[in-house]
């Protein structure tokens, strides 16, 4: 029976381990893992109780208390160690002035809450005509650009960062199409936005301009860390 739930133990934090390996996690994230692991700990110790109840021979029972210990406390040292090593993605989201003029912040946000995804930063901005340039500086050939910067920047845009495993590509599924007329259904520029000069909502379009992004709108210090209590049920492979 001992070995039976060494067996079940090890078990228990090999797939801790390798969950933590396959989805990128933050370091909050370890919190999550680590709760999990100090719970099979939990498990353990009442099964050994159990068992020294049962009359376990003394030598077994001892081996099987170390085994109970260490399981848990190794999982924890390697979980400790991949989970620094691994990163969650961060994006730039912001809601255009169109978006928030007419109403829509609460709207928008609910959308990548409901998805799971964590809100880190945001704040309300009227940006200068030169910042949109800079945010917009990929564009600067286009014809539309001057337009463009002067509409980014004659009202408050939110400014946010959100946070989860994927976001940065599923957040532009999120938005949809540049062109809300190509924009599907479902998406918040196909549900919520007519034409393409008044679409919204901006979201970074690949983890380079997500990162140029985020150090352009928001100091390092504006960035909030912390583990959501959501976490444990948005996050685990079974
Ligand atoms: P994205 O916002 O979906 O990433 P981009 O091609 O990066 O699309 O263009 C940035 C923004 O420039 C668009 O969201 C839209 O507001 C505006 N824009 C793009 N194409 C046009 C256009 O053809 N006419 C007017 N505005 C445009
Ligand atoms: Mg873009």
Redesign the pocket.
Known sequence: MASQLIRSGSKAARALLSASRNSPLLSEGKGVAVAALANAGRKLSTAASFYEKSGGNNTSQSKWFSAALAIPAAGYMLMDKEAHAAEMERTFIAIKPDGVQRGLIAEIISRFERKGYKLVAIKLVVPSKEFAQKH?HD?KE?P?FSG?CDFLSSGPVLAMVWEGEGVIKYGRKL?G??NPQASEPGTIRGDLAVV??R?II??S?GPETAKDEIALWFKPDELVSYTSNAEKWIYGVN
């Open positions: 917009y564009l286009r539309f463009l938005i199409a540049t393409v000069g679409n901006h979201g379009d």
